[in-house]
Each structure stands twice: as structure tokens, then as C-alpha cells.
Nanobody
Framework: QVQLVETGGGLVQAGGSLRLSCAAS????????MGWFRQAPGKEREFVAA????????YNARSVKGRFTVSRDNAKNMGYLQMNSLKPEDTAVYYC?????????????????WGQGTQVTVSS
């Protein structure tokens, strides 16, 4: 079992930045791929980014590439999502997720463990 807890959400003006953190506990986190997803009201959960245990990354290029950066610190069992140049359309609940793989799954059903989510609201 892996437990995940996200922090760092909040209200920010358009153009601002936030850094989300995901604290992992339980099994050896370093062998898991961590994914970030978001879900806006009335919309399906959307893939944002993923990072493997070796640090390889994949982004939803259409939505966030060039503005968001995913990273992790295996020694601290932490994952991060740095979000810059935020737009009102980035408003959503953001979730971190984990799965024991060396690939970068982009589908929510491919992940086994989920955090509770953290709200990000970007005002115009």
C-alpha cells in the first residue's frame, strides 16, 4: 500500500505560480511512477504529467507543457508539481497518483493509489 497526501493548493491570480507537493508513505516509493491529474467541475479527470522513479517525465503537451514542471525526491518520498503562468482554465482539483511501473501511464485507471486532492483556483 502507498498513501499519498497532496498539499499546496490555493487561490492565485492568473499569471501566478503554485507548487503542489505529494507526500508518499508506505511501500518503497522510489519504485513507483507518480502521476498528476486534475478534474474541473463537470469535466473528466485529466492527465497532467507523470514522472518515473528514474526522473523521466511526460506532460500533457496540449494543456501544460512549458508551464508546469514535475519532479520528485525519492529520498524524501516526495513529488512536486511546479505550476507557472497559471490560467483560469487551470482551475481544478489536482490529484497525485502512483503505480508500480517504469512507464508513464496517462489513464487514471492505470494508477493504483490516489491522494485526496487539493483545490487550485486561478482568478482572472
Amino acid at each position: 500500500q502507498v498513501q499519498l497526501v497532496e498539499t499546496g493548493g490555493g487561490l492565485v491570480q492568473a499569471g501566478g505560480s503554485l507548487r503542489l507537493s505529494c507526500a508518499a508513505s508506505g511501500r518503497t516509493f522510489s519504485s513507483y511512477t507518480m502521476g498528476w491529474f486534475r478534474q474541473a467541475p463537470g469535466k473528466e479527470r485529466e492527465f497532467v504529467a507523470a514522472i518515473t522513479w528514474t526522473g523521466s517525465t511526460l506532460y500533457n503537451a496540449r494543456s501544460v507543457k512549458g508551464r508546469f514542471t514535475v519532479s520528485r525526491d525519492n529520498a524524501k518520498n516526495m513529488g512536486y508539481l511546479q505550476m507557472n503562468s497559471l490560467k483560469p482554465e487551470d482551475t481544478a482539483v489536482y490529484y497525485c497518483a502512483a503505480v508500480a511501473t517504469s512507464n508513464y501511464p496517462t489513464g487514471q485507471y492505470e494508477y493504483d493509489y490516489w491522494g485526496q486532492g487539493t483545490q487550485v483556483t486561478v482568478s482572472s
